[in-house]
């Protein structure tokens, strides 16, 4: 379990702006634009646009030429993710790990890039699980603060942080087909604190990802970390913009625990879960009674398997706003006494 050392960026690093999923830039580019022009003004940072960044229908061999010349190339010092999709898991397996392992850097990316970012701890390289530039750097009329705060240790500062809860959230989403909607405030509600459960204390390196991708690779026999690495991780989840009943969910945790992977993990860290898609236009009395039963479950599920390690939930992490872009590859730090968590970025 050696993790390598990420170098920090600096004002005026170039980074590359890739669709290792779905080539978002290319159906919506005036929230490309902007999510571009943000990492300008607000991180000093110059995006560099690739051939597949805005390539619909673009191959898995296209895909990795891209992140692999993005990884090579001396001028490029960190990789985000234009958004997620649903297709990773179909060429992962053809990466190959020299051009990364040889080029470390940061990579943001969450949802489908779970699969990415796998790719790159099981190569001993940290990640970020978040910060793609179409839900973070886009967001509409301004990034968020907090987030903003977290982005910025990630790409500038050394060292373990405190993670915090945000005092407000939202889940709700505004239609980019609209143009009109950038210039319009998403509604957020009040975030309640973390659910924690446990007196026990915790620390470990990080691993996880959005179920649904983690389900993937359970299902076609990707490589995951084995069960002596798991015994020094904290694992994190959360679920996407699917809003996955929790009988699913509850299927995928309980795979990983009859494969060993509950009862050794040292944490559990539990995303807020998004409650409100287009399709699924919950009202927010029906959002409290899924994020209810989702916790419920992942409790009653986990205790089955482990009954020590901490379990938190409704962490800023995932498919709702705002967003820690979370350390993967890092060490974490679980202070149930205090109810604190301490992450290196």
């Not at 991180?43 to 229908?57: D, Y």
């Not at 009202?283 to 009653?300: F, G, S």
């Amino acid at each position: 379990m050696n993790f390598v050392t990420l170098p920090k960026l600096k004002n005026g690093d170039k980074v590359a702006i890739l669709s290792p999923s779905f080539a978002a830039p290319a159906v919506w580019p005036h929230v490309y634009k902007l999510g571009c022009q943000r990492l300008r003004d607000v991180f000093g940072l110059e995006p560099i646009e690739f051939p597949t960044t805005r390539k619909l229908g673009a191959s898995g061999e296209e895909r990795i030429k891209d992140l692999v010349d993005a990884f090579e190339s001396k001028d490029i010092k960190a990789v985000i993710a234009s958004l997620g999709g649903d297709d990773q898991i179909t060429y992962i397996k053809k990466l190959p790990r020299e051009p990364f392992i040889n080029n470390p850097k940061p990579f943001f990316g969450y949802s489908d890039n779970t699969h990415f970012i796998n790719h790159l701890w099981l190569n001993g390289i940290p990640s970020f699980y978040g910060g793609c530039l179409f839900t973070e750097f886009a967001m509409q009329v301004k990034m968020d603060e907090f987030t903003v705060d977290y982005l910025n240790h990630a790409f500038f500062d050394n060292g373990f942080f405190d993670l915090k809860s945000s005092p407000t959230f939202n889940d709700i989403g505004l239609n980019w087909n609209d143009p009109s909607t950038i210039n319009t405030r998403r509604k957020h509600q009040q975030n309640p604190f973390w659910s924690w459960d446990s007196l026990n204390n915790s620390q470990g390196i990080t691993w996880g990802g959005c179920v649904e991708s983690i389900d993937d690779m359970l299902r076609h026999g990707a490589t995951i970390p084995n069960l002596n690495d798991f015994k020094n991780i904290v694992l994190f989840l959360e679920t996407s913009e699917e809003i996955p009943d929790h009988f699913y969910f509850r299927r995928v945790l309980r795979a990983l625990g009859e494969r060993g992977i509950l009862s050794n993990v040292q944490g559990l860290l539990i995303g807020r879960p998004k409650a409100w898609e287009f399709n699924k236009q919950k009202t927010d009395k029906e959002k409290i009674i899924y994020k209810k039963a989702q916790q419920e479950m992942v409790l009653e599920v986990t205790r089955k398997y482990n009954e020590d390690i901490p379990i938190i939930q409704n962490i800023d992490i995932g498919h709702t706003a705002p967003q820690i872009p979370l350390p993967v590859g890092k060490k974490i730090k679980i202070d149930s006494s205090t109810k604190s968590i301490q992450m290196e970025f």
